[in-house]
Each structure stands twice: as C-alpha cells, then as structure tokens.
C-alpha cells in the first residue's frame, strides 16, 4: 500500500500563506491511484475533506476553502501539493492527504498548520 508523507506545514500569522506536499507511493502494475484529497482534522472532531483532484484532472474544494485553497499534483514525481493562502485562525488543523475514495491507504503522520493571530 505504500506510504503517504506530509509536510510544509507551519506556524504562520493570518493572511499568510503556506504550500503543503504530499509524498505518494509510486504506482506499479496494481498499484494506481486515480484520485487524491487534502484532509484535516483537530483534536476530538472528525476528520473532514478540504479539496480533491479527480480522475480527469477536476478539483473540488470545501465552502471555507474555495478561492483561497488550490489542490494540484506532479504525477512526474509521485506528489500533490495544497496551496493554502489568506489563511485564517479557522484553518488551523493537521493536515492529512489520502485517496479520495476507499480504500483508503493507511494516513501518514500529517503536517500541523497553525495560525495566528
């Protein structure tokens, strides 16, 4: 199943901006993953999707992230990329990226993203 490595996140003050990485397994002959997420999560709630890139390349974005967040990847070197800007105290959260439908691969260790103010 591989392994998902996060990182780029950060303390930063608000409106600042922050662009978050995600490692992703290389694909094999049975190993092919055609849609990835950009999830978060904060200490006792569920975790929640903030932004998706499908199959054909679409991208989907939570209300709150819509015109601030921009989801992309680089499947010349196995990565997805989270552009986090204008970013608010509301953000605040460990960031986590998985596929966007199960199954899912096992969640890495995730990168905290902290904003102040």
């Known amino acids: 199943q591989g392994q998902l490595v996060e990182s780029g996140g950060g303390l930063v003050h608000e409106g600042e901006s922050l662009r978050l990485s995600c490692a992703t397994p290389v694909p094999g002959r049975t190993f092919r993953i055609r849609a990835w997420s950009w999830y978060r999560q904060t200490p006792g709630t569920e975790r929640e999707l903030v932004a998706s890139?499908?199959?054909?390349?679409?991208?989907t974005y939570a209300d709150d992230a819509k015109g601030r967040f921009t989801i992309s990847r680089d499947n010349t070197v196995n990565m997805v990329y989270l552009q986090m800007n204008d970013l608010q105290r509301a953000d605040t959260a460990r960031y986590f990226c998985?596929?966007?439908?199960?199954?899912?691969?096992?969640w890495g260790q995730g990168t905290q993203v902290t904003v102040s103010s």
């Open positions: 998985n596929t966007f439908t199960y199954p899912l691969l096992n």
């Open positions: 890139i499908g199959p054909p390349g679409d991208t």
